[in-house]
Nanobody
Framework: QVQLVESGGGLVQAGGSLRLSCAAS????????MGWYRQAPGKQRELVAV???????NYADSVKGRFTISRDNAKNTVYLQMNSLKPEDTAVYYC????????????WGQGTLVTVSS
């Protein structure tokens, strides 16, 4: 069974920075895509950024130029560096990972709250 542990959320003033981490553990054979999603109060969960097994990245238009996704394959960990944060970035951020153990898996993290004050 694969589990994800997220960390790095918190309260920050507008213009500040935070770095989220998400570590996958378990009997993992390989990991494909790793991504970050967020859900603000009263809104649907949306994609923030995703990084493929080949390190291709894709970002939501709203975070391009401010957020950077990266991964450390040796640690099965994905990061989200968030700079120039805005109040509208306030949300619960969820990590999503898919890959293979003995079979395909896709798992979600428990979520970490990011609050940006104006």
């Amino acid at each position: 069974q694969v589990q994800l542990v997220e960390s790095g959320g918190g309260l920050v003033q507008a213009g500040g920075s935070l770095r989220l981490s998400c570590a996958a553990s378990g009997s993992i054979f390989s990991i494909n895509a790793m991504g970050w999603y967020r859900q603000a109060p009263g809104k649907q969960r949306e994609l923030v950024a995703v990084i493929s097994g080949g390190d291709s990245t894709n970002y939501a238009d709203s975070v391009k130029g401010r957020f950077t996704i990266s991964r450390d394959n040796a640690k099965n960990t994905v990061y989200l560096q968030m700079n120039s944060l805005k109040p509208e970035d306030t949300a619960v951020y969820y990590c999503n990972v898919n890959g293979y153990t003995l079979r395909y898996f896709e798992v979600w993290g428990q979520g970490t709250l990011v609050t940006v004050s104006s």
